[in-house]
């Protein structure tokens, strides 16, 4: 299938895709803020630089984006133009979010991970039970937990 916008559109279109501060990730932020937590952001000491850190807890929090890091979910669809660069890319964002949050556990960090799908589109969560099983994590001591939208 060929692209329906000249190579230089499609450039800044995607040049405009966030990787940080994004909706997702500032909804949660707000939140948690909110609710009292205080937290780091994007600390580049931590593999892969989690988009939030608390510290007094030893957590990390990793709001992904679900198409860019492969998720199973509504929100996902590989792309069928460049089908091998697509390929390339989102597999190895896949396999180095592995990579970030096994050295983080190794390391003696717990991890949650938000899936944009809790937050946005069809099979969202209210915000407010994404926060309370954020909170309810926190507090809980687990290794890890995942939040991603109804299914």
Same mark, same amino acid.
């Given at each position: #299938?060929?692209?329906?916008?000249?190579?230089?559109?499609?450039?800044? #279109?995607?040049?405009?895709?966030?990787?940080?501060?994004?909706?997702?990730?500032?909804?949660?932020r707000k939140a948690l803020h909110k609710a009292g937590l205080?937290?780091?952001?994007?600390?580049?000491?931590?593999?892969?630089?989690?988009?939030?850190?608390?510290?007094?807890?030893?957590?990390?929090?990793?709001?992904?984006?679900?198409?860019?890091?492969?998720?199973?979910?509504?929100?996902?669809?590989?792309?069928t133009t460049r089908t091998d660069f697509w390929r390339d890319?989102?597999?190895?964002?896949?396999?180095?979010?592995?990579?970030?949050?096994?050295?983080?556990?190794?390391?003696?960090?717990?991890?949650?991970?938000?899936?944009?799908?809790?937050?946005?589109?069809?099979?969202?969560?209210?915000?407010?039970?994404?926060?309370?099983?954020?909170?309810?994590?926190?507090?809980?001591?687990?290794?890890? #937990?995942?939040?991603?939208?109804?299914?």
């Open positions: #299938m060929v692209d329906i916008v000249s190579p230089a559109t499609r450039s800044r #279109m995607m040049s405009g895709i966030r990787g940080k501060d994004t909706k997702p990730e500032t909804l949660l205080r937290y780091r952001l994007h600390v580049a000491r931590l593999p892969g630089k989690p988009d939030l850190v608390l510290p007094r807890y030893k957590a990390a929090i990793l709001v992904h984006g679900c198409f860019w890091h492969m998720h199973d979910c509504h929100l996902f669809k590989w792309p890319k989102i597999t190895g964002n896949a396999a180095r979010d592995a990579r970030n949050e096994a050295e983080l556990k190794r390391q003696g960090w717990r991890v949650l991970t938000v899936w944009e799908c809790a937050l946005k589109g069809r099979a969202k969560r209210p915000l407010d039970q994404v926060l309370r099983d954020s909170l309810d994590w926190i507090g809980s001591g687990r290794a890890e #937990m995942e939040i991603r939208g109804y299914e």
